[in-house]
Structures are given as C-alpha cells and as structure tokens.
C-alpha cells in the first residue's frame, strides 16, 4: 500500500523517491507491525542514525570493503545502543558510500529518502493504527511513568 502510493508520487512529479530499503521497511511496518522493529521511532531514528554514519563514513573515508563493513557494524551498533533497530534502515551507508559526490549523497536524503521515509511512516500509522486498529503504537510502546504519587 504504502510503496504503490511512494510510487504514485514519485510517478506525478516525475523524481524517484521510492529506494529499496524501503521495499524491506514496508514489509515490517504491515506485516511485523507487532515488533519494535516496526515502531515509527525505530524506522525514523534508525534510519536517520544509518545515513549519518554512511554519510561520514563516505565524506571521510575512501569506499572499501572495510569500510562499509566498518559503517554497517557502527550502524548496527549504534541502533541497538539507542533502542531503534530497524533492519531495513542498515542498507543505507551501503547506498551512501555508492556516491561519489557530495551533492549526490545530499539529494538523495533530503529528496529522495527523507519523503519516502516520511510517507511510509505516515500510511504505516494511518493504516495499522487507525483503520486496522490493531494497537500499533504512535511512537513507543513505552508507558510513561507518573511522578505523581
């Protein structure tokens, strides 16, 4: 649902904002929407956390097979220290570092991914949480803890 209406817009202005890891997040965010792994957190955060190590690590370092190797542990690494795992998401310093140019690496974030991770997020909570009613969470699932006594 969620890729067909990407796609769509994509269609009518004419500039791709669908990328694959987005096909896998898609997958989760309707099918394994019951896991944290589908939390709109951890597809928002994760991949936030995923392109700011592909972007440094494709900026700083020359692309090799250890480096992306490198950037893909650190992005793992850092998801799970910061509880937004989201598998999909480490795709991105792979994609990143396939760039040569800086100009590149920017517009494919800020036009391309960024919309499509937003959109999909959007029909994600619309569509589980709204219309299918199924106790996805808004963005934890964490309860907030009272300070009152």
């Not at 250890?66 to 999909?88: E, M, R, Y």
């Not at 100009?103 to 991770?117: C, D, H, N, R, V």
């Amino acid at each position: 649902m969620s890729i067909g209406i990407i796609a769509g817009i994509s269609s009518l202005i004419g500039y791709n904002i669908l990328l694959a890891p987005l096909g896998a997040t898609s997958v989760i965010a309707f099918l394994g929407y019951q896991t944290k792994f589908a939390y709109p957190r951890n597809i928002l955060c994760g991949y936030s956390i995923t392109c700011l190590i592909g972007i440094l690590s494709a900026l700083l370092f020359e692309t090799s097979w250890f480096v992306v190797a490198f950037a893909i542990g650190l992005s793992i690494l850092v998801q799970t220290n910061f509880d937004v795992v989201h598998p999909p998401a480490v795709a991105m310093p792979i994609a990143l570092m396939s760039m040569t140019e800086p100009y590149e690496i920017f517009s494919m974030i800020f036009t391309a991914l960024l919309p499509g991770i937003l959109l999909m997020v959007f029909v994600a909570i619309i569509f589980n949480h709204y219309i299918l009613e199924n106790g996805y969470p808004l963005w934890s699932d964490k309860k907030k803890k009272s300070t009152l006594p």
